[in-house]
Every structure is written in structure tokens, then in C-alpha cells.
């Protein structure tokens, strides 16, 4: 009889199956999925510190460089991303809550033929073409009506973003795709590949992520439920320490032994996006205070979770000054481990960040 699983292996499964040996850019998405977006750079942009882990060679913004030339989406799953184009299909047609007017579907239509005519356009052509004012924004302050409408459009399918310049998106018009022939089963997919992304998942978030999902599919909603159900039929559950885990069939537990190695990981990358998760992983609470007022910060603004080995044992804060890297690290024991191959691999990933910037560094700092 095998031995019972352990949260030691679950969490050693979770990286090994994460973290593995990195491949080509295309590869690499394919393998996650979904790769989370987010426009902060501290030092860099979250898919590049992401990718970089996984990408052998990668620099910051080799994403946003290539993107036109690869078989990927921007759009949103649980989040907002990138995504293999045949996962975007999954989530077309889309059916939003929000109900436009008549008046507003007018302003798409229009817009839609000005983007079918010009073959890419940029946010600043619609507002000279159109004028549509201004609007209060999701912060309070306020934006052109143009770019909420641009957003709109691409969620609904309508648009694609066919690149970036300067971090700004350029709009295509989008190709519809015909509704699915199976409904459930197209949710199903989907959830799938959430799990794929992020296995293996506390029961609650597998809850949480169909929640998710119903963002990018919000025509399923309904189903949720339902699926909910499905998935629990569907996948392999465990129970370690009481808590009942869910991962994909018939996918083998990884249990080789995680290296000497230090990797300072993006705040929303696939190992330790789940704070649920996290704090059964490693005993204590990561939080995200990029938003939250500087006096009440206790990590600091971008604070990278820092993993040795197999354990998040503290944290990086990594900025670019004067063309060096300036990175600052804390622990949760408040000291650093005393062993040399920790000291030697911090300096290699260190290192790392370097070429992936295109900087050099500074002594790193302690908290």
C-alpha cells in the first residue's frame, strides 16, 4: 500500500509541475494556458516575470515584441491575460451582464467598420474619428469614452487586440466564431485548463475559479453550479490534513526533490497565486500591497515571494535605478538561511534578473 500523501508532496507536485524546464516562448504558454497580466513594472511587467522562469532566454517584454507573430489572445479567463487561441474560442461568443443600449451598440457598429476599414487602429484614431467624449473610469477619475467603448468591444468580441505600442492596445477587427455545439462541455473545457493552470486546488478555490471563469464566460453563469458538480466528479480529489484537494486525471504526482535554487516569483504567478493555498504550503500570509497605502505596507510595493527550494521563505522588493538593479530582501524568520548554497544561489538569481533586465545590480539589501 502506498504511503499517505503528505502536504510536503503536494506542495513539492505543485512547483515540480509549475516550474518545469523552461522551453520556447510558444511552448511555454501552451503548457500554462494562461498567463496573468498586470501593467505595474517592478522591475518588470507580471507575464515577463512569469515567463521568465519558464522561457529559456527571456528578456522583459519579449511578450509584448512577439505577440503578433504568435498563435496567442489577449482577453480575459479568470483574469485578465494571455491565452493559446484555441482557448479563446472556448470563451466566444460572450454574453455580458451589462446590457448595452441601442444608442451604444450603434457607436460599436460604427466603430467596428472604421476598424474594418483601417485593419488596426489605435485608441487616439477612434477619438479623433469619433469624438465621444469623456466618461468617469472604474478609479473615479476620468477617460476617454472611445477607449471604455475599444475595451467594451473587445470583450464582447468584436475586436482583438492585434498589438501593443508602447504598452497602449491596438485594436483588429475580430472574426466571430460559432456558438459551441455542447455548451457543458465548453464550460468543462474551460475549467479544465483552470485546473491545469493551477493544480493541485483546496476545494474552495476550485469554487472560487468557476466563479472566475463566469468572467470570461459569463453566458455559462447559470451553470455554474452544475459544473461545479461536474468537476468534482470529474477530477482527482485527495484529502491531506483535512482538506480535500482536487488535480487532473490521471496526471502522476512529481516527486523529485526541488534543487538548490532561489527563483523570486512573480506576485501572481501559477505557484503562489492562491493565497489559500499559500498559506497551507508554507504556514504564512503573502499579501499583494501594490494598492494598499505605503505606512500600512509590511512587504513593500511589489514584494516578490522569494522560493528556496521547495519554501517561500521570504520575500524581494527589486527596482532599477540609474541603470542597476537595487534589490531588497526579507525574511519571514527575520534572517536569511546560514548555508552557502543559499548565498550562492540568490547571487544566480540575481544574476538572472540581470540579463532578463538588462541591467547590473547593487550588494542586495536586507530587511
Known amino acids: 500500500m502506498p504511503a499517505p500523501l503528505t502536504i510536503d508532496d503536494l506542495r513539492r507536485h505543485a512547483i515540480g509541475r509549475s516550474l518545469f524546464t523552461p522551453t520556447t516562448l510558444p511552448r511555454a504558454i501552451e503548457r500554462l494556458g494562461f498567463v496573468q497580466a498586470d501593467p505595474i513594472r517592478a522591475p518588470a511587467r507580471a507575464q515577463d516575470l512569469t515567463l521568465r522562469h519558464r522561457v529559456a532566454g527571456y528578456r522583459a517584454g519579449d511578450l509584448e515584441r512577439r505577440y503578433a507573430r504568435l498563435p496567442i489572445e489577449e482577453d480575459f479567463f479568470v483574469n485578465y491575460g494571455f491565452v493559446p487561441r484555441a482557448l479563446h474560442h472556448l470563451m466566444h461568443p460572450r454574453t455580458p451582464r451589462a446590457v448595452w443600449s441601442r444608442s451604444r451598440w450603434r457607436q460599436a457598429h460604427e466603430v467596428l467598420a472604421f476598424v474594418r476599414d483601417r485593419g488596426v487602429v489605435h485608441p487616439r484614431d477612434v477619438d479623433a474619428a469619433f469624438n465621444h467624449g469623456k466618461v468617469r473610469n472604474w478609479f473615479g477619475g476620468s477617460s476617454n469614452a472611445s477607449t471604455q467603448l475599444l475595451d467594451g468591444m473587445h470583450y464582447r468580441g468584436l475586436l482583438r487586440v492585434a498589438r501593443r505600442e508602447g504598452g497602449i492596445r491596438l485594436y483588429a477587427a475580430r472574426e466571430p466564431n460559432p456558438p459551441p455545439a455542447d455548451p457543458a462541455a465548453t464550460f468543462d473545457a474551460l475549467v479544465d485548463a483552470a485546473v491545469h493552470k493551477y493544480a493541485p486546488l483546496p476545494a474552495p478555490t476550485l469554487g472560487w475559479l468557476l466563479s472566475g471563469l463566469c468572467g470570461g464566460a459569463p453566458q455559462w453563469r447559470g451553470d455554474r453550479a452544475a459544473a461545479l458538480n461536474r468537476a468534482k466528479r470529474r477530477l482527482t480529489s485527495m484529502t491531506v490534513d483535512g482538506v480535500v484537494w482536487y488535480g487532473l486525471p490521471g496526471e502522476r504526482l512529481v516527486r523529485r526533490e ?110
Do not use: C, H
Open 258 to 367: 526541488v534543487g538548490d535554487a532561489v527563483r523570486l516569483l512573480a506576485p501572481f504567478d501559477p505557484v503562489v497565486w492562491d493565497r489559500r493555498r499559500f498559506e497551507l504550503f508554507w504556514g504564512w500570509a503573502y499579501r499583494f500591497e501594490a494598492y494598499t497605502p505605503a505606512p500600512k505596507r509590511q512587504l513593500g510595493y511589489y514584494a516578490l515571494p522569494l522560493l528556496w527550494r521547495d519554501r517561500v521563505i521570504g520575500w524581494g522588493n527589486v527596482s532599477v535605478g540609474e541603470g542597476r538593479l537595487q534589490p531588497e530582501v526579507g525574511y519571514v524568520s527575520g534572517r536569511a538561511p546560514r548555508e552557502a548554497a543559499y548565498r550562492a544561489a540568490l547571487d544566480d538569481e540575481l544574476g538572472r534578473m540581470e540579463a532578463f533586465l538588462g541591467v547590473s545590480a547593487e550588494p542586495v539589501k536586507t530587511r
